[in-house]
């Protein structure tokens, strides 16, 4: 640590509420405590909840930076004690409680994962935050396995067009839903075998429809509301039902007969509260089963074959911050 300056540049939301309130402050740089390291950051994504967080409606959870960024990409410049499998200089990337708006940002160990090969730093800065709620709720929670299907809701947003590759490169049958045809298209060119433009199609009906009346084995929701009954209707016997946000209202009126007749599974839940050690076991499910995927897309795109292996969420902006100061790109 000796060779490191003692401040760093962080960006503060001074008060809340719109984009102006984000400024640039110095800050004491951060010590990496045991089982944590420090990384200097290249980039940071930019995710819903820390627009949340900007508009005052989303406070850190205790003991966590009141700096908003909720995940990394950059290079290990220290060390906290009993960090044994890292080393300085190591590029990862990085699941954070908070703090990403910053030159510099520490992390849990367990939460750490390499950046995959051929991917740029802002490029991986896309990857945690989604990867890492894509996977422990539509993997883990609602067990989605292959030969099954899936709905997906919001599929042209970070979460959704990481959920369709996901599926799909784990031999899921993909539904999804988007806003408008052009949205649509881009969801079936990652993958999706039917995308529903919802403001022309009841989402319910095109399900009952492409699956002779069955309906699928999972659906991902972070729409809520009104969506809830019709998503319930939606799913087949033994179904599982998974929310990670309700951006239509969180409080509804539901039929639960068909939970009851169907023997439905209905759960949700969020990340950012979550331990370390839960949180680094889901890194440590994604080192495995995921990147090798991502590796293996890069690959591909080196050669003509098509491939439908993830990559990085497109509509997922960034923060860059070089070593003196931070700026949106």
Not at 101 to 111: G, R, S
Not at 302 to 324: D, E, G, I, M, Q
């Amino acid at each position: 640590m000796t060779s490191l300056p003692t401040t760093m540049t962080a960006i503060e939301i001074t008060t809340p509420g719109g984009p102006e309130v984000l400024q640039p402050v110095t800050r004491p740089m951060p010590v990496p405590a045991m089982g944590e390291v420090l990384v200097e950051v290249a980039a940071a994504g930019v995710n819903r909840p820390d627009v949340f967080q900007r508009k005052g409606n989303y406070p850190p959870p205790p003991g966590a930076s009141d700096i908003p960024g909720l995940e990394i990409a950059g290079r290990i410049v220290a060390l906290g004690l009993g960090v044994h499998h890292h080393a300085i200089g190591e590029e990862v990337c990085a699941l954070v409680s908070g703090g990403g708006y910053a030159t510099h940002c520490v992390a849990p160990a367990p939460q750490l994962l390499p950046v995959p090969r051929g991917l740029t730093m802002i490029e991986a800065a896309a990857l945690p935050e989604t990867f890492f709620t894509v996977w422990t709720n539509l993997f883990e929670r609602g067990a989605l396995a292959a030969g099954e299907s899936v709905l997906i809701h919001g599929g042209s947003s970070g979460i959704g067009t990481t959920a369709i590759q996901l599926a799909k490169a784990f031999g899921a049958r993909v539904f999804t839903t988007a806003g408008s045809l052009d949205k649509c298209k881009a969801c079936e060119a990652l993958g999706a075998d039917v995308a529903i433009e919802y403001k022309r199609e009841d989402f319910a009906e095109v399900i009952k429809d492409k699956t002779a009346g069955r309906g699928v084995d999972v659906i991902l929701d972070m729409v809520g509301g009104d969506y809830f009954q019709r998503n319930i209707n939606s799913l087949a016997v033994e179904g599982r039902l998974v929310n990670i946000a309700y951006l239509r209202g969180a409080q509804v009126e539901v039929n639960f007969n068909p939970v009851m007749r169907n023997r439905l599974t209905i759960t949700g839940s969020t990340l950012r509260p979550r331990t370390v050690a839960q949180k680094g076991a889901i890194a440590a499910a994604l080192l495995q089963k995921v990147w090798p995927l991502i590796d293996k897309a890069r690959s591909s795109r080196r050669s003509t074959a098509p491939s439908r292996s993830p990559r990085p969420p497109r509509r997922t902006a960034c923060l860059k911050a070089p070593t003196t100061s931070a700026r949106s790109c």
